[in-house]
Nanobody, 116 residues
């Protein structure tokens, strides 16, 4: 079992920035996992925001390209999501995801609210 603990959500005005963090209690194998951030807005399906593989190949949703940056610190077993130029439509619960190629694990989610 892998535990993921997200932090960094909150309330921000349009155009503001936030940095989300996700710490994984996964032992020494964190560096080989694919890590991702998803989000789910009220009444909508959960969607991929950004993903980073063990080889640091990065994928972004079109809606966040140029505004969000995903990164990882394998020494700290942590993945980050730097969010800039935030828009009201970015309001959602953001979830951290770990893929160990056998199964996936989810964090509890952190709320991001962008006010207009």
């Amino acid at each position: 079992q892998v535990q993921l603990v997200e932090s960094g959500g909150g309330l921000v005005q349009t155009g503001g920035s936030l940095r989300l963090s996700c710490a994984a209690a996964s032992g020494s194998r964190f560096s080989i996992y694919t890590m991702a951030w998803y989000r789910q807005a009220p009444g909508k399906q959960r969607e991929l925001v950004a993903k980073i593989t063990r080889g640091s190949t990065i994928t972004y949703a079109d809606s966040v390209k140029g505004r969000f940056t995903i990164s990882r610190d394998n020494a700290k077993n942590t993945v980050y999501l730097q969010m800039s130029s935030l828009k009201p439509e970015d309001t959602a619960v953001y979830y951290c995801n770990l893929d160990n190629y056998l199964t996936t694990y989810w964090g509890q989610g952190t709320q991001v609210t962008v006010s207009s």
